[in-house]
């Protein structure tokens, strides 16, 4: 096949039939369509990850409890993730994964141009990682001052420890980034099994390493298990990369194209990017000066709120990012509105009863999780804090990603990026004003202050660019699932009512109270979007059925 130069914007190389337009829109309106696999695929994945997560947390839990040591390592295990999420975490949604689509959408000899786009991210990607990788090395003390300043004052060891920690987990950078670029390479195609599988794989290297090394080389032994995780998902993606016929070969052609487009699109992301990023560093710097466990009570607090928001956020709106890339491309407005529409209503059937069980069985939850070992009763009462503010921050969060891809789909990177520059500001505001009173309590309110603001800004202006329908049809569908989460947490505090003070103080007493309180709810839930006929909720029951 010949090879050919892909034009300044890939996205009109070819113009749509009518039919075709017919064909995408149709494919959006089927209530079977394939962002409901692929999301379900995500998902599946995103269970196997959240729950090797929390066996992960769990384990290091146990192992160090809410210690200093484990702060340090949050903050050195925060350095390799802010890169990623700087250089390819925001360019996979928002200049990646849409180039990458539009031009396997072209198909037949087309194929040969997206194998050559492939190794070119590749060889790109691969010589920028490997220099930042040596960067992080050499400025592993200066980084360490930077975002744990607080140490210094408390434990001037802390801060050592986290240099080294720094640099053990440097070459992580290198893994998760070419991690990154497989996976935008494989949604391009369609192929969403093998990232989901390695999403859940990353965290067995924790898993594995903790336990095995912890009594040699202490907190390090999460370090290892970083690097081990890292290196396992991208050896699996590019396994799977390969089996789809493109080439790992890597290829330095610095003038390609698509490069240049891929560069535009990301730019105002990056610059969106740097300020987030600031404000993760404002959050480690202010919360390591609020006390030595501060950081390891809002990591675990975390954990807990983004295991709805991975399972069921992160998971639509990937699948759905693809599919409004090509509806975009060809110029299929109602599918594309379509798309997202549907994607908002089932992220908000999903995650409300999601948010409504955490809030009120938190404890519970956060004891049998983490409350073993070293943690401590102490250390759940304050995770479980955190944990009741950052729900609120979770419902305005999982309804901001799917907006946010919108935007990306078709290929606006701007205004996200500005809408969270102004975002930041928020942060910023109610940060300096609640710390005082509040403590780490305070940085957790204006983290969810940041959230709500960028949810509530980006849902007006998708009213204005996408269309007002689908929005007014989310408000329509708000109302019954409004009354089965009221619903749903009568029914939780009912049966925990009962259920409380019959069950044993241990942990079986723990998982009797979800499981029966947390039962009932989800039955109540359901049972009323069932009589208020929710479409999308007798969708998921069908599918439900089916897979029974």
Not at 17 to 29: C, F, H, K, P, Q
Not at 256 to 276: D, K, Q
Not at 419 to 435: D, E, N, P, R
Not at 441 to 447: I, P
Request: hydrophobic share 60%; glycine share 8%; aromatic share 6%.
């Amino acid at each position: 096949m010949m090879r050919m130069e892909l034009p300044d914007d890939p996205s009109r190389a070819l113009e749509p039939s009518d039919l075709e337009i017919a064909e995408l829109e149709a494919a959006a309106l089927a209530p079977n369509g394939g962002m409901a696999r692929n999301a379900g695929l995500l998902a599946m994945g995103s269970v196997g990850s959240r729950v090797l997560g929390l066996v992960r947390e769990s384990i290091i839990a146990a192992a160090f409890g809410a210690s200093g040591q484990v702060s340090a390592y949050r903050v050195a295990a925060q350095v390799p993730t802010l890169v990623y999420d700087l250089l390819v975490g925001g360019m996979l949604s928002a200049a990646l994964v849409p180039v990458l689509s539009q031009t396997a959408a072209q198909g037949g000899s087309h194929r040969t141009e997206f194998t050559r786009l492939s190794r070119t991210l590749l060889g790109v990607f691969g010589a920028v990682l490997l220099v930042l990788t040596i960067l992080l090395f050499a400025l592993a003390p200066m980084l360490a001052r930077l975002l744990a300043a607080g140490f210094g004052a408390s434990n001037p060891e802390l801060l050592t420890l986290t240099a080294g920690l720094i640099r053990l987990m440097a070459p992580a950078v290198w893994f998760f980034g070419l991690a990154g670029l497989l996976t935008a390479i494989l949604y391009a195609l369609q192929r969403f099994t093998f990232p989901a599988l390695a999403v859940a794989i990353f965290n067995l290297g924790v898993v594995i390493s903790v336990p095995l090394l912890a009594g040699r080389i202490g907190i390090g032994a999460a370090a290892v298990g970083v690097l081990l995780g890292s290196l396992a998902q991208m050896s699996i993606m590019a396994w799977d990369v390969r089996r789809a016929g493109v080439s790992l070969l890597p290829r330095f052609e610095w003038q390609h194209p698509a490069l240049r487009r891929i560069l535009r699109l990301y730019l105002p992301i990056a610059a969106g990017m740097l300020v987030a990023l600031f404000q993760v560093g404002l959050d480690r710097r202010l919360a390591s000066g609020t006390g030595e466990q501060s950081i390891a009570w809002m990591a675990a607090a975390t954990t807990l709120q983004q295991m709805p928001l991975g399972l069921i956020s992160v998971a639509i709106s990937l699948a759905a990012l693809p599919t409004l890339s090509r509806h975009f491309a060809a110029h299929a407005e109602a599918a594309f509105a379509t798309t997202l529409g549907r994607g908002l209503r089932f992220v908000l059937l999903l995650i409300l009863p999601a948010a409504v069980g955490l809030a009120l069985l938190a404890t519970p939850v956060t004891r049998i999780l983490f409350q073993r070992g070293a943690f401590t009763a102490t250390d759940t009462s304050a995770v479980v804090a955190a944990l009741h503010i950052y729900l609120v921050g979770m419902l305005f969060a999982a309804v901001d990603f799917p907006l946010n891809f919108a935007f990306y789909a078709r290929n606006n990177t701007l205004l996200p990026a500005l809408v969270g520059v102004a975002s930041v500001g928020v942060y910023v505001l109610v940060a300096f004003a609640l710390l005082q009173p509040l403590g780490f309590r305070g940085l957790v309110w204006a983290d969810t202050a940041k959230q709500a603001a960028h949810a509530v800004i980006m849902l007006i202006f998708t009213a204005r660019v996408v269309g007002s329908p689908s929005t007014r049809a989310l408000v329509a569908r708000l109302g019954p699932l409004l009354l089965g989460a009221g619903a749903m947490a009568l029914a939780i505090a009912g049966v925990d009512a009962i259920v409380r003070p019959l069950a044993p103080l241990s942990t079986l007493g723990d998982l009797l109270r979800v499981v029966l309180a947390g039962g009932a709810g989800i039955a109540v839930y359901a049972v009323v979007l069932r009589l208020c006929h929710v479409e999308e909720a007798e969708q998921v029951l069908r599918r439900l059925r089916i897979r029974i």
